[in-house]
C-alpha cells in the first residue's frame, strides 16, 4: 500500500533508474512515444525483453545485474555511471575512479603479474614476491605446454 510506504513518488530506485535510462535513451536516438519502436529496439540493442524494458522505462522494476552493462554500453554509458546516477548504489559504494579498470570479461587486457597483485591488495613484501613467483611461474608452464616444450621435460607423452 503506497500510503504506509515513507519513500516519496519518483524517489524509489526503480524510478529513478526508469527516468535515467529513458532520458539516456532518448538522447541516444531511441524513440520511446507509444508505438514509435523505440522500446522494441532498445529490448532486441540490449538483449531484454519488450515487457522487461517496459516496466524498467515506467520505474517499476530494475533489470536484472546481468544486463546493466549492456544497458550500458548501449546507451552510452559507463556501468558506475548507470548504477549510482539511477539511484542503484550510492557513489560511497563505488567511488569514481576506484576501479577505473574494470570491464567486461571479454575487454579484459593483458594483466601483468604486478598488476593483478596491487588489484588484489596484497601489500606485504613478502606475499608479493611469493605470489609473483608463482604467477611468473605457471606463465612459464603454460608456455611450455603451449608450445609443445612442456611434455618432453616433463616425461609425459
Same mark, same amino acid.
Given at each position: 500500500?503506497?500510503?504506509?510506504?515513507? *519513500?516519496?513518488? #519518483?524517489? *524509489?530506485?526503480?524510478?529513478?533508474?526508469? =527516468? +535515467?535510462?529513458?532520458?539516456?535513451?532518448?538522447?541516444? #536516438?531511441?524513440?520511446?512515444?507509444?508505438?514509435?519502436?523505440?522500446?522494441?529496439?532498445?529490448? !532486441? $540493442?540490449?538483449?531484454?525483453?519488450?515487457?522487461?524494458?517496459?516496466?524498467? /522505462? $515506467?520505474?517499476?522494476? /530494475?533489470?536484472?545485474? &546481468?544486463?546493466?552493462?549492456?544497458?550500458?554500453?548501449? +546507451? #552510452?554509458?559507463?556501468?558506475?555511471?548507470?548504477?549510482?546516477?539511477?539511484?542503484?548504489? @550510492?557513489?560511497? @559504494?563505488?567511488?569514481?575512479? =576506484?576501479?577505473? =579498470?574494470?570491464? &567486461?570479461?571479454?575487454?579484459?587486457?593483458?594483466?601483468?603479474?604486478?598488476?593483478?597483485?596491487?588489484?588484489?591488495? !596484497?601489500? $606485504?613484501?613478502?606475499?608479493?614476491?611469493?605470489?609473483?613467483? &608463482?604467477?611468473?611461474?605457471?606463465?612459464?608452464?603454460?608456455?611450455?605446454? $603451449?608450445?609443445? /616444450?612442456?611434455?618432453? @621435460?616433463? #616425461?609425459?607423452?
Amino acid at each position: 500500500m503506497r500510503s504506509m510506504d515513507t *519513500t516519496p513518488p #519518483g524517489d *524509489t530506485p526503480a524510478e529513478r533508474f526508469g =527516468a +535515467l535510462v529513458r532520458r539516456l535513451a532518448e538522447e541516444a #536516438g531511441y524513440d520511446l512515444t507509444p508505438r514509435a519502436g523505440g522500446r522494441k529496439q532498445l529490448a !532486441i $540493442d540490449t538483449g531484454m525483453s519488450t515487457s522487461a524494458i517496459g516496466r524498467m /522505462l $515506467d520505474g517499476q522494476t /530494475l533489470p536484472t545485474p &546481468s544486463v546493466y552493462e549492456s544497458i550500458a554500453k548501449v +546507451l #552510452g554509458v559507463d556501468v558506475r555511471t548507470l548504477l549510482v546516477e539511477g539511484g542503484v548504489i @550510492s557513489s560511497d @559504494s563505488w567511488p569514481e575512479g =576506484a576501479y577505473w =579498470a574494470v570491464r &567486461s570479461v571479454t575487454e579484459q587486457p593483458q594483466l601483468s603479474p604486478e598488476a593483478a597483485v596491487a588489484a588484489w591488495g !596484497i601489500t $606485504d613484501p613478502r606475499i608479493r614476491q611469493m605470489l609473483l613467483n &608463482s604467477i611468473e611461474q605457471a606463465i612459464r608452464l603454460q608456455h611450455e605446454t $603451449d608450445t609443445g /616444450l612442456g611434455t618432453a @621435460s616433463s #616425461g609425459r607423452p
